[in-house]
């Protein structure tokens, strides 16, 4: 038995008890902050094309990231054949949306990737902390003309390169 103030006494199960919920306590705390270990978001002009492909790489890639994505001048809808030759690798983007770079800004970021040659030049100061900016630029898939046969190629390619590039960042 030990005793402390008013002579109350007090068991070594109580004490370990005690010392095992201060510390559940301290433990819970602190997961709830380190929920995610690197907050990365990935910009280009319409949040259309690359900019959802790098998202959902990066995501498959490292699923304890928090992986975001946005656009400077987001598009109506994510195009519908960088859905589909993201599915062709089993990347599923199909829920994703453009959205606007405007909903991240003044957010600390780890790395923040722009896409495009487009939105390197009329990215926006961040408010928030960024640790590394970095630009690693592809076609834009969007700007490719003809037919689903002849453009599914060059969403493939550039997909292929972005995978290639996500891997280098991610390792």
């Not at 919920?21 to 997961?31: H, M, V």
């Not at 949040?47 to 995501?59: T, Y």
Request: hydrophobic share 40%; glycine share 6%; proline share 4%.
């Amino acid at each position: 038995m030990i005793f402390c103030k008013d002579n109350e006494r007090i068991s070594h199960f109580q004490i370990i008890n005690a010392l095992f919920l201060n510390f559940y306590s301290i433990f819970l705390q602190i997961s709830f902050k380190i929920v995610f270990l690197m907050n990365c978001l990935v910009i280009c002009t319409g949040n259309r094309c690359r900019s959802q492909m790098a998202h959902g790489i990066l995501q498959s890639l490292h699923p304890d990231w928090n992986v975001c994505s946005a656009g400077t001048k987001p598009a109506n809808e994510v195009h519908p054949l960088a859905i589909k030759v993201m599915g062709e690798i089993g990347i599923d983007i199909s829920q994703h949306y453009p959205k606007s770079l405007d909903q991240y800004t003044g957010q600390e970021w780890d790395y923040v990737i722009t896409v495009c040659g487009g939105a390197k030049e009329s990215c926006p100061v961040f408010s928030g902390k960024v640790s590394k900016r970095l630009h690693i630029g592809f076609e834009d898939p969007d700007s490719f003309k003809g037919s689903e046969d002849e453009v599914l190629p060059q969403f493939r390619r550039i997909r292929d390169e972005i995978l290639s590039k996500m891997k280098d960042l991610a390792d």
